[in-house]
């Protein structure tokens, strides 16, 4: 089973750009997918993105449609989440998490194999 972790994270204002990494451990990963997730203090923790893993082919929350980019490598069993034009609301801890699923979604509950995460904070 596969190892997460998640790096990248740190303060950055409003309207910047952060790129995240997060990196499968113990062997090449060969999963439906990867997702990323973030948790704002007080919230549930709620989906940002995930990307297919054969094909790349990404999908995005509405929230941060247009403004963050999921890509992946596979020979570095790695995948990313680039992060453009930050808002404040984007600040929570970030989590990666491996898809469960063949098909594409959004639930938190199709996820597993959660990395520790990385915290992003988005000053104003």
């Known amino acids: 089973q596969a190892q997460l972790v998640e790096s990248g994270g740190g303060l950055v204002q409003a309207g910047g750009s952060l790129g995240l990494s997060c990196v499968a451990s113990?062997?090449?990963?060969?999963?439906?997918?990867m997702g990323w997730f973030r948790q704002a203090p007080g919230k549930e923790r709620e989906f940002v993105g995930s990307v297919h893993w054969p094909s790349g082919r990404a999908r995005y929350a509405d929230s941060v449609g247009g403004r963050f980019t999921i890509s992946r490598d596979k020979a570095k069993n790695t995948m990313y989440l680039q992060m453009n034009n930050l808002k404040s609301e984007d600040t929570a801890v970030y989590y990666c998490?491996?898809?469960?699923?063949?098909?594409?979604?959004?639930?938190?509950?199709?996820?597993?194999?959660w990395g520790p995460g990385t915290q992003v904070t988005v000053s104003s």
């Open positions: 998490g491996v898809r469960r699923t063949p098909y594409y979604t959004a639930s938190l509950e199709e996820f597993e194999s």
């Open positions: 113990g062997g090449a990963f060969t999963g439906y997918g």
